[in-house]
């Protein structure tokens, strides 16, 4: 007798959850549908500088995963001195900086700044073909920009960066491949 009335109980609460899960996913549709659209129109340009290549090399992959994201979006990198990219970045020439943390005594108070944790791999290589040594430490980097200058697109590709662990690439044999 119990039986009779636990199945059409439960039969209700399914339902019930099934007619509640149905709202929830139109929900999210419509409140997708416009965050999507406005990355897809959005056309702008973000400028990168390292310090040298090996920071752009590093960063790359988080740029490609925002490039997709924001499929218009153009990138374009550059590799200078850490004096002159800093200039550029007061000057709105550059968006995004990337310094190695010797040049990190550069950066004065028109700027801001985030220290990035990253992968260091030196590899020692032996001409009496013995095994590689691979030795891992810890190494930083800083990713600067302008203070005042507000950008939402730039702002992403921060808090990507901050958030995405990345590894630096040291050691000859590693640009072969």
Known sequence: MKDLFLIPI???????????MASLERF????????????????GKIRIAGENQMLLDTVAPVLERCAADYPNMTVSTDCENAALILKKVLEEKIDIALLTDRSAAQI???????RIPCE????????????????????????????KRKSEIRDYVIAALENEPCSVKCGYADYLD
């Open 10 to 20: 439960m039969l209700a609460v399914f339902a019930f959850v099934y007619v509640l």
């Open 28 to 43: 999210i549709k419509k409140v997708r549908r416009p965050i999507a659209s406005n990355r897809r129109a959005y056309r």
């Open 108 to 114: 004065g108070p028109c700027y801001d700044s985030i």
């Open 120 to 147: 260091n791999r030196t590899i020692t290589a032996s001409v009496l073909e013995l095994p590689v040594d691979v030795l891992y430490r810890e190494a930083w980097f800083h990713v600067v920009w302008k203070k």
